[in-house]
């Protein structure tokens, strides 16, 4: 008997609190649709960050990058000036390197070279079809993508010097991320010295960047060129970067603070050469195996 | 009242166009980036439901996010202000409520309102854009000072705007 009442006691309990969970939820629901439209959103922005893009971005961009293929097409035509100089200054560099203009001196060491050198990296032609500068966390596409034989993580160069890292690719155009992303960490080094360092980007003006991680006693001196470093098997070695324009310490610190003036003009891209590296597969499953011990 | 919706949904095209075609690339002096398709969330009429908003404002930052290549940085920044739509229009109430059937233009309320109220809106997204942008505290000053240009250049498009379109009173 009295264990009926108190069963029936407990279920009325019940369905009152039910009933209001439902009121709470639907008086609050413009509030819960809020925090979780905004959950959504950052777990795009975190993922985008930290990991590759979903591939449901990959499909957008497929779809943006035609609209922006068109929109370049048309703006192209004011560039033209500009782009027909490099070009030509580009031109003449590589005609001087042209195997016409040398003398074969021992036939000996020809024959030995075809055998010492093999060919590490490879170039894709390609042309900037989205640019910005002037957000911190500044992107480039490419009209070319994983059918034309691009993949992440494939370093850009143009004939100024260096661009940006390849990010994700669709089947037909890509994204880069240029030197000047806030995100964007390249190993760079002192041509003179042999000193390497991190190149980032500090988010205030596009044609400066820092160089850090250069330690306190290497001497370092305004106008020394900066090269890409290697190391990364990102970019060959010796890709001009920048110079030198402004350098200080704090006290208490064992590294520089250099300011490099960027060889690149991000303002004006349009042709760039994304770079193969043929050895970087064998390269990282070495480095990954001794990570892993 | 019927052609309420096909007028939004050309808005809608009309800003999203000039905001990734021509604004995206016109950046003034360095920093400063107007942001002008918040002026969709700004112009929904008086009677569109909060979770209708939100939605819309979702909808309205993914697509400049897949334009702009910034992904999800726009969805949360206008999501925000489409949340704080409702509020800002209850502290700026006129005393005897809004009429039904107007929207939140020149045509129905006057300068000074129209002022406050896209300057507030303007803020809180600007604010929370270029807050998430940067996702991280240091260099505060140059980021309030980005917050402050931009919302400024902002609003004074948004205000041309309605005096442009809106003005026969």
Redesign the interface.
Same mark, same amino acid.
């Given at each position: 008997m009295e264990l009926e009442f108190i069963e029936s006691e407990y279920k009325s309990l019940i369905s009152f609190d039910m009933r209001n969970l439902l009121k709470f939820l639907i008086h609050y629901?413009?509030a819960f649709?809020?925090v979780a /439209?905004?959950v959504?959103? +950052?777990t795009?922005?975190i993922q !985008? %960050?930290f990991y590759q &893009?979903a591939s449901f971005?990959n499909n957008?961009t497929e779809?943006?990058g035609n609209?922006y293929r068109i929109?370049s097409s048309v703006v192209e035509y004011f560039n033209v000036r500009n782009e027909n100089d490099k070009l030509a200054l580009e031109n003449t560099a590589l005609r001087k390197l042209l195997k016409s203009n040398y003398i074969i001196n021992d036939k000996n060491i020809q024959q030995a070279n075809d055998l010492i050198y093999k060919q590490k990296y490879d170039y894709i032609n390609a042309k900037v079809i !989205?640019n910005?500068v002037? &957000?911190?966390?500044n992107?480039i596409?490419l009209n070319k993508g994983r059918n034309q034989g691009i993949k992440p993580d494939m370093g850009v160069i143009n004939s100024q010097g260096i661009v940006g890292i390849v990010k994700d690719v669709s089947y037909n155009f890509s $994204?880069v991320i240029p030197t000047i992303n806030?995100n964007a960490h390249i190993s760079a080094k002192i041509k003179k010295t042999d000193y390497f360092g991190t190149l980032s980007w500090?988010?205030?003006?596009y044609r400066y960047a820092l160089l850090n991680e250069i330690p306190f006693h290497v001497k370092v001196s305004k106008g020394d060129t900066v090269v890409t470093s290697g190391y990364s098997s990102i970019f060959p070695e010796g890709i001009i970067t920048g110079v030198v324009k402004d350098f200080n310490f704090n006290q208490g610190n064992n590294f520089y603070n250099i300011y490099i003036q960027l060889s690149t003009d991000f303002m004006n891209l349009n042709h760039v050469n994304v770079v193969s590296n043929l050895y970087k597969d064998e390269q990282k499953i070495l480095e990954n195996s001794v990570t892993h011990d | 009242m019927i052609n309420i919706i096909p007028q939004n949904i050309i808005r809608f095209f009309v800003l999203v166009f000039i905001q990734v =075609?021509i604004l !995206?690339n016109l950046?003034f002096s360095?920093?400063v %980036?107007p942001f002008i398709y918040i002026l969709f969330i700004l112009l929904l009429p008086f009677e569109t439901p909060?979770?209708l908003l939100? $939605?819309i @404002?979702?909808i309205t930052?993914l697509t400049i996010d $897949?334009?702009? @290549?910034? $992904?999800?940085?726009h969805?949360?920044a206008t999501? /925000?202000a489409a949340?704080a739509r409702p509020f800002v229009l209850t502290l700026f109430a006129p005393r005897d409520g809004y009429e039904s059937r107007t929207s939140p233009t020149l045509k129905y309320y006057d300068l000074l309102w129209i002022i406050r109220y896209s300057v507030v809106i303007v803020l809180i997204h600007h604010s929370c854009l270029f807050l998430?942008? =940067? +996702?991280r505290f240091s260099?505060f000053f140059?980021t309030l000072l980005r917050i402050i240009l931009s919302s400024i250049l902002t609003s004074i498009l948004i205000i041309i705007s309605q005096l442009l379109f809106y003005k026969n009173k």
């Open positions: 629901h413009v649709l809020f /439209l905004e959504v959103a +950052f795009i922005t !985008n %960050n &893009r971005i957008t779809i943006s609209i929109y !989205n910005s002037f &957000r911190q966390t992107y596409t $994204i806030i500090d988010g205030k003006d | =075609v !995206n950046q360095g920093f %980036n909060s979770w939100l $939605i @404002g979702f930052g $897949i334009f702009s @290549g910034t $992904i999800a940085i969805t949360i999501t /925000l949340y998430v942008e =940067v +996702f260099g140059y």
